[in-house]
């Protein structure tokens, strides 16, 4: 039961931790493309 609880707790630990992965790289890119585009003159 312990083992079983501890196994499902690992893998939805480790989902958010790659949603929350995803996100962060999602938003790094979204700033940079920002700040080009700033950059340029582009409105």
Not at 2 to 23: F, K, N, R
Not at 33 to 38: A, G
């Given at each position: 039961m312990?083992?079983?609880?501890?196994?499902?707790?690992?893998?939805?630990?480790?989902?958010?931790?790659?949603?929350?992965?995803?996100?962060a790289?999602?938003?790094?890119?979204?700033?940079?493309?920002?700040?080009?585009?700033?950059?340029?003159?582009?409105?």
């Open positions: 312990t083992s079983t609880l501890a196994l499902s707790g690992a893998a939805i630990g480790g989902s958010v931790g790659v949603t929350v992965a995803v996100i790289v999602g938003l790094l890119i979204f700033a940079v493309v920002s700040l080009r585009r700033r950059s340029r003159g582009d409105k």
